[in-house]
T-cell receptor, first 111, second 113 residues
Framework: TQLLEQSPQFLSIQEGENLTVYCNSSSVFSSLQWYRQEPGEGPVLLVTVVTGGEVKKLKRLTFQFGDARKDSSLHITAAQPGDTGLYLC???????????FGEGTQLTVNP | KAGVTQTPRYLIKTRGQQVTLSCSPISGHRSVSWYQQTPGQGLQFLFEYFSETQRNKGNFPGRFSGRQFSNSRSEMNVSTLELGDSALYLC????????????FGPGTRLTVT
């Protein structure tokens, strides 16, 4: 059983559409991170959220940490082909503990 | 600042051999973590080193080992390679622990034949 469940696993949309990716768990996390990975490269850190209810924006990307710190979402507005990639969420149960990654959401944005 | 570097980028080995992968973290980062990434299992945590000590360990067999040097550079070793060890091995560094974000290298693509 995955500690962090991501949905959907695959998402194929047209340029200009909006989308939301979810990351859920039954565990409480001290922090949660989102990464984006392109083929043949390592994941790149997008954001870290640490406070329940926290919302962070990065251009067209909006990240939210659930009030109970068990879930998170990533919303992309007006998706572009350059947003194509594997989006990963990762959580830490406590400070100093290892990160656990979700299985990822493979996003394809078609021109 | 230079990013995390990993060498080699690609490696082909045969079953039964052993392999050593190297990782140089971002300057000033003392924590180095290793992950195995495969299409079926996703990113699986191998181990984390901090100040030359293994601080966390994942659920991998003893054939997988690592170490960290005084300059924070790290190596991981896999002995008696199996076909199932074919994967992308990623190294990530962070300042103290990974909970505020990790910075990944490009990975080493290991193929076992």
């Amino acid at each position: 059983t995955q500690l962090l469940e991501q949905s959907p696993q695959f998402l194929s949309i047209q340029e200009g559409e909006n989308l939301t990716v979810y990351c859920n768990s039954s565990s409480v996390f001290s922090s949660l991170q989102w990464y984006r990975q392109e083929p043949g490269e390592g994941p790149v850190l997008l954001v870290t959220v640490v406070t329940g209810g926290e919302v962070k924006k990065l251009k067209r990307l909006t990240f939210q940490f659930g009030d109970a710190r068990k879930d998170s979402s990533l919303h992309i507005t007006a998706a572009q082909p350059g947003d194509t990639g594997l989006y990963l969420c990762a959580g830490a149960l406590a400070s100093g503990s290892r990160l656990t990654f979700g299985e990822g959401t493979q996003l394809t944005v078609n021109p | 600042k230079a990013g995390v570097t990993q060498t080699p980028r690609y490696l082909i080995k045969t079953r039964g051999q052993q392999v050593t992968l190297s990782c140089s973290p971002i300057s000033g980062h003392r924590s180095v973590s290793w992950y195995q990434q495969t299409p079926g299992q996703g990113l699986q945590f191998l181990f984390e080193y901090f100040s030359e000590t293994q601080r966390n360990k994942g659920n991998f067999p003893g054939r997988f080992s690592g170490r960290q040097f005084s300059n924070s550079r790290s190596e991981m070793n896999v002995s008696t390679l199996e076909l199932g060890d074919s994967a992308l091995y990623l190294c990530a560094s962070s300042l103290a622990d990974g909970t505020s974000g990790q910075y990944f290298g490009p990975g080493t693509r290991l193929t076992v034949t």
